[in-house]
């Protein structure tokens, strides 16, 4: 079992910035690809962003190329996702999600095994 648990989230104008982060614990080691997910009110899950196990690898949705940046540090069993120049479309629950059999850093949620209980971002215009 792996458990996942998110903080960062807030409230933040239109512009500026907020970084989630993931701590994981448990069955860490088994923790190879890391993502995360975002979903607004009447929408369902939607990719934002993945990274693989030694963070050579990364995957991010277009809606968020260049504005958002993932990172790990396995030492510590966390992921990050720096989120610059908000809009408020970003607007959403974010989820930390991990892989335990695949390396790769999917932005299918279908490929993801566990999950956080997510962290809510606003972004007011």
């Known amino acids: 079992q792996v458990q996942l648990v998110e903080s960062g989230g807030g409230l933040v104008q239109a512009g500026g910035s907020l970084r989630l982060s993931c701590a994981a614990s448990?069955?860490?080691?088994?923790?190879?690809?890391m993502g995360w997910f975002r979903q607004a009110p009447g929408k369902g899950r939607e990719f934002v962003a993945a990274?693989?196990?030694?963070?050579?690898?990364?995957r991010y949705a277009d809606s968020v190329k260049g504005r958002f940046t993932i990172s790990r540090d396995n030492a510590k069993n966390t992921v990050s996702l720096q989120m610059n120049s908000l809009k408020p479309e970003d607007t959403a629950v974010y989820f930390c999600?991990?892989?335990?059999?695949?390396?790769?850093?999917?932005?299918?949620?279908?490929?993801?095994?566990?999950w956080g209980q997510g962290t809510q971002v606003t972004v007011s215009s």
């Open positions: 999600a991990t892989r335990t059999t695949y390396s790769s850093p999917s932005s299918s949620h279908a490929e993801y095994d566990y």
């Open positions: 448990g069955r860490t080691f088994s923790n190879v690809a």
């Open positions: 990274i693989s196990l030694t963070g050579g690898s990364t």
